[in-house]
């Protein structure tokens, strides 16, 4: 059975950091890429981070471009993001998914993943 388990939201103060973990099943991480978004209460789902399948190729948002990594334990099929430097705005649930094709590239477009998890809240609060 296909999933897509997230963990390692909470709460933390602006300047911290967390880092998430996305655990799948059903499929391995050296296959498909996999992407992280959010989405904050009255705002549109945006991309956060990807991972490619091969050779680790990663592409970030602007916005969390030098604070943001996200890496992949293929051994582990857990996909991760490390958030550092938090920001009250980076608050949101966050969501990892699988592309739907066997991209060489992965690509922040939330229309290439068609497999989500059920997301874990952050928040950034003093």
């Known amino acids: 059975q296909l999933q897509l388990v997230e963990s390692g939201g909470g709460l933390v103060q602006p300047g911290g950091s967390l880092r998430l973990s996305c655990a799948v099943s059903g499929f391995t991480t050296n296959t498909y890429g996999i992407g992280w978004f959010r989405q904050a209460p009255e705002k549109e789902r945006e991309g956060v981070s990807c991972i490619s399948s091969r050779g680790s190729q990663t592409d970030y948002a602007d916005s969390v471009k030098g604070r943001f990594t996200t890496s992949r334990d293929d051994a582990k099929n857990t996909v991760y993001l490390q958030m550092n430097s938090l920001k009250p705005e980076d608050t949101a649930v966050y969501y990892c998914?699988?592309?739907?094709?066997?991209?060489?590239?992965?690509?922040?477009?939330?229309?290439?993943?068609?497999?989500w998890g059920q997301g874990t809240q952050v928040t950034v609060s003093s």
């Open positions: 998914a699988r592309e739907k094709l066997l991209y060489t590239r992965c690509m922040l477009a939330a229309t290439r993943y068609d497999d």
